[in-house]
């Protein structure tokens, strides 16, 4: 697409109008062309060994009826009971049990019995009883979920105490993979949704052959829970065998969702079929897709100025009210160089929409000088290549745009060009040190909302950050010195949201150089601040002596992982938890994560935990 593009320069008294609020400060990121690929990760389908049963809550009726389901050919399967925790969880646990009956209607008796405890988040754990029964016979089973009463006075608290049950499958035939379709994940509402179902079976291609395509489904739908809460089904259909990319072949089946509003949907994955051998099989899993209601297009018309010692490219956009003000924006920067086109640079930064004088909206787009003025002769076109606008708090393409094309054959360009080389537009670039100083004095006699601070009256230097939906501090202070402690209990949020909190917070305190040691979700919001923000962050200076670092995570879950969906959600139904948080996913975190810059990461320690 050709873009209509205007030319100016700043001096020509050109105007534009912030919409945005004031007091966040954008870092401009840039780096060389080497780096591309590595911000297009490849993504993986999710696997589940796991049928979810129907069975809600416990039942103090011995004579309560047997939930059945498929068993297929397994080397172990277990039936495991989650209870959240609670000063109630262990007490109940220990009086409930599960009874099983295998195909032919007769009682298991002799179980193997296990239990853990599964954490979630900083403050919320599950408690978890499983019941182990080793080569299983294939075909219909039984189980009913039971608590033997011992006080009376329990009785309405068990009743209502709900409970969670699931089926798992070891060393199953059955392999079962789901994904959000990638190019459709990045959808916008009233745009369908699409969810990909693999079904494969282990074993040489001849074998795979014959057994895939023998095959029969039914009875697998979409079980869907819009953001009002609204639910409802919708069946997933066959589409065609295929070879997978590793040569397997599998059953490919696909079901497909409206999302009518934006928000975060949450998906359950039912499917339920037969082999060629009459052998049924039912699976489970969960997913969460992310629906922008940020409808934005492009308006065929971009401008280019120099602001702040930037090259700014003003994309126009059909922007209203009632979208996000914030936006995340990615491309490669392309350039006609002695007649070929040639890769400059790569820009990820954070940007404002703006109105100009005449009310039309705009996105800026900064690129650094250096990458053009680089050439002894400047480019007189360039290409902003793969150009995507996210959503900031779903990190949703809401915009994208594959090539676009600059022209910059104009007289200013080469007046602007020398300009920049010879250093007469520095006075444009941002003081930073400046900038600070009068935050400083305008927020120095704030006083911030939960202070706690160490105990001698040195000045905080160290920031400790809890994770998602803490309810308390999970560090032991008495670890630390020069500490101040950020406090902002029971949240789910997205990883923008919670470093714009921490900015709030480290103002108010008047915090100016600083560095971080968080948990959980708290150390993607760091990174995430420290990519995108300047802080006090940036103003702390690393002694050097291998124990100072500027970021220290312990638990943080940067490639995801799968208790932000289904036990979260599962919390957060029994009003004991924040909900679901589309960035602590696979697919979610994969998508934050693909866009923030390697020398960024390299500066993170993190230490891992089980379930982080």
């Given at each position: 697409?050709?873009?209509?593009?205007?030319?100016?320069?700043?001096?020509?008294?050109?105007?534009?109008?912030?919409?945005?609020?004031?007091?966040?400060?954008?870092?401009?990121?840039?780096?060389?062309?080497?780096?591309?690929?590595?911000?297009?990760?490849?993504?993986?389908?999710?696997?589940?060994?796991?049928?979810?049963?129907?069975?809600?809550?416990?039942?103090?009726?011995?004579?309560?009826?047997?939930?059945?389901?498929?068993?297929?050919?397994?080397?172990?399967?277990?039936?495991?009971?989650?209870?959240?925790?609670?000063?109630?969880?262990?007490?109940?646990?220990?009086?409930?049990?599960?009874?099983?009956?295998?195909?032919?209607?007769?009682?298991?008796?002799?179980?193997?019995?296990?239990?853990?405890?599964?954490?979630?988040?900083?403050?919320?754990?599950?408690?978890?009883?499983?019941?182990?029964?080793?080569?299983?016979?294939?075909?219909?089973?039984?189980?009913?979920?039971?608590?033997?009463?011992?006080?009376?006075?329990?009785?309405?608290?068990?009743?209502?105490?709900?409970?969670?049950?699931?089926?798992?499958?070891?060393?199953?035939?059955?392999?079962?993979?789901?994904?959000?379709?990638?190019?459709?994940?990045?959808?916008?509402?009233?745009?369908?949704?699409?969810?990909?179902?693999?079904?494969?079976?282990?074993?040489?291609?001849?074998?795979?052959?014959?057994?895939?395509?023998?095959?029969?489904?039914?009875?697998?739908?979409?079980?869907?829970?819009?953001?009002?809460?609204?639910?409802?089904?919708?069946?997933?259909?066959?589409?065609?065998?295929?070879?997978?990319?590793?040569?397997?072949?599998?059953?490919?089946?696909?079901?497909?969702?409206?999302?009518?509003?934006?928000?975060i949907y949450k998906v359950l994955v039912n499917v339920s079929g037969q082999t060629q051998d009459g052998v049924s099989f039912a699976r489970t899993q969960w997913h969460l897709v992310g629906v922008s209601y940020n409808d934005l297009e492009y308006?065929?018309?971009?401008?280019?100025?120099?602001?702040?010692?930037?090259?700014?490219?003003?994309?126009?956009?059909?922007?209203?009210?009632?979208?996000?003000?914030?936006?995340?924006?990615?491309?490669?920067?392309?350039?006609?160089?002695?007649?070929?086109?040639?890769?400059?640079?790569?820009?990820?930064?954070?940007?404002?929409?703006?109105?100009?004088?005449?009310?039309?909206?705009?996105?800026?787009?900064?690129?650094?000088?250096?990458?053009?003025?680089?050439?002894?002769?400047?480019?007189?076109?360039?290409?902003?290549?793969?150009?995507?606008?996210?959503?900031?708090?779903?990190?949703?393409?809401?915009?994208?745009?594959?090539?676009?094309?600059?022209?910059?054959?104009?007289?200013?360009?080469?007046?602007?060009?020398?300009?920049?080389?010879?250093?007469?537009?520095?006075?444009?670039?941002?003081?930073?040190?400046?900038?600070?100083?009068?935050?400083?004095?305008?927020?120095?006699?704030?006083?911030?909302?939960?202070?706690?601070?160490?105990?001698?009256?040195?000045?905080?230097?160290?920031?400790?950050?809890?994770?998602?939906?803490?309810?308390?501090?999970?560090?032991?202070?008495?670890?630390?010195?020069?500490?101040?402690?950020?406090?902002?209990?029971?949240?789910?949020?997205?990883?923008?949201?919670?470093?714009?909190?921490?900015?709030?917070?480290?103002?108010?305190?008047?915090?100016?150089?600083?560095?971080?040691?968080?948990?959980?979700?708290?150390?993607?919001?760091?990174?995430?601040?420290?990519?995108?923000?300047?802080?006090?962050?940036?103003?702390?200076?690393?002694?050097?002596?291998?124990?100072?670092?500027?970021?220290?995570?312990?638990?943080?879950?940067?490639?995801?992982?799968?208790?932000?969906?289904?036990?979260?959600?599962?919390?957060?139904?029994?009003?004991?938890?924040?909900?679901?948080?589309?960035?602590?996913?696979?697919?979610?975190?994969?998508?934050?994560?693909?866009?923030?810059?390697?020398?960024?990461?390299?500066?993170?320690?993190?230490?891992?935990?089980?379930?982080?």
């Amino acid at each position: 697409m050709l873009a209509y593009v205007y030319f100016t320069c700043l001096v020509l008294l050109h105007i534009s109008l912030g919409i945005a609020a004031a007091g966040y400060r954008y870092k401009y990121l840039s780096g060389p062309p080497d780096q591309f690929e590595r911000f297009y990760p490849g993504y993986f389908p999710m696997s589940s060994d796991l049928l979810l049963l129907p069975i809600s809550s416990l039942s103090t009726n011995s004579s309560s009826e047997y939930v059945p389901f498929p068993v297929d050919n397994c080397q172990r399967m277990s039936v495991s009971v989650l209870l959240p925790m609670s000063k109630y969880a262990k007490r109940i646990m220990k009086r409930v049990t599960v009874s099983l009956k295998a195909p032919s209607g007769i009682p298991v008796v002799s179980l193997s019995v296990a239990q853990e405890v599964v954490t979630v988040s900083d403050n919320f754990k599950f408690l978890c009883k499983s019941y182990i029964v080793t080569s299983p016979k294939a075909g219909t089973w039984q189980a009913k979920v039971s608590y033997r009463r011992y006080f009376f006075s329990f009785r309405s608290i068990v009743h209502s105490y709900p409970v969670y049950v699931l089926v798992g499958f070891d060393g199953s035939q059955i392999i079962l993979e789901s994904t959000v379709d990638q190019v459709q994940r990045f959808t916008l509402a009233n745009s369908p949704v699409y969810i990909k179902v693999n079904i494969s079976m282990p074993g040489s291609e001849a074998e795979q052959a014959e057994y895939i395509p023998k095959l029969t489904m039914f009875n697998s739908n979409l079980e869907v829970v819009q953001p009002d809460g609204v639910t409802y089904r919708e069946d997933i259909g066959l589409i065609r065998f295929q070879l997978s990319e590793s040569g397997r072949r599998e059953l490919q089946l696909t079901g497909v969702f409206l999302p009518p509003i934006g928000g975060i949907y949450k998906v359950l994955v039912n499917v339920s079929g037969q082999t060629q051998d009459g052998v049924s099989f039912a699976r489970t899993q969960w997913h969460l897709v992310g629906v922008s209601y940020n409808d934005l297009e492009y308006s065929d018309s971009t401008m280019f100025t120099l602001s702040e010692g930037y090259f700014k490219i003003q994309l126009f956009i059909n922007w209203r009210e009632g979208m996000d003000l914030t936006f995340r924006v990615f491309s490669e920067v392309w350039g006609v160089v002695d007649e070929a086109v040639v890769p400059i640079c790569w820009i990820i930064h954070l940007t404002d929409v703006e109105r100009n004088s005449t009310d039309a909206y705009f996105l800026p787009i900064y690129i650094e000088p250096k990458w053009i003025t680089q050439f002894a002769v400047p480019p007189s076109i360039i290409y902003l290549k793969n150009l995507t606008i996210e959503d900031v708090n779903l990190f949703i393409t809401v915009l994208e745009l594959k090539s676009l094309e600059i022209d910059l054959g104009n007289p200013y360009y080469q007046l602007m060009h020398e300009s920049v080389v010879s250093g007469d537009f520095s006075k444009c670039k941002r003081n930073r040190e400046q900038q600070q100083q009068q935050q400083q004095q305008q927020q120095q006699q704030r006083i911030a909302k939960g202070y706690d601070s160490s105990s001698n009256n040195t000045k905080p230097n160290l920031l400790l950050v809890h994770g998602y939906c803490a309810r308390e501090n999970p560090f032991t202070v008495d670890n630390f010195t020069n500490y101040i402690v950020f406090k902002d209990w029971g949240q789910s949020l997205s990883n923008d949201q919670f470093a714009r909190n921490l900015i709030d917070f480290t103002e108010k305190v008047n915090l100016t150089a600083f560095s971080i040691v968080a948990h959980s979700q708290g150390g993607l919001a760091a990174v995430h601040l420290y990519s995108y923000y300047y802080t006090g962050l940036d103003s702390y200076s690393v002694s050097g002596n291998g124990s100072d670092r500027k970021i220290q995570t312990v638990g943080s879950p940067y490639q995801g992982t799968p208790l932000a969906g289904m036990l979260a959600d599962i919390g957060h139904f029994f009003g004991i938890m924040c909900g679901s948080n589309l960035e602590l996913t696979y697919e979610g975190a994969q998508a934050w994560l693909s866009k923030v810059p390697l020398h960024i990461q390299s500066e993170v320690h993190f230490y891992r935990t089980f379930y982080g």
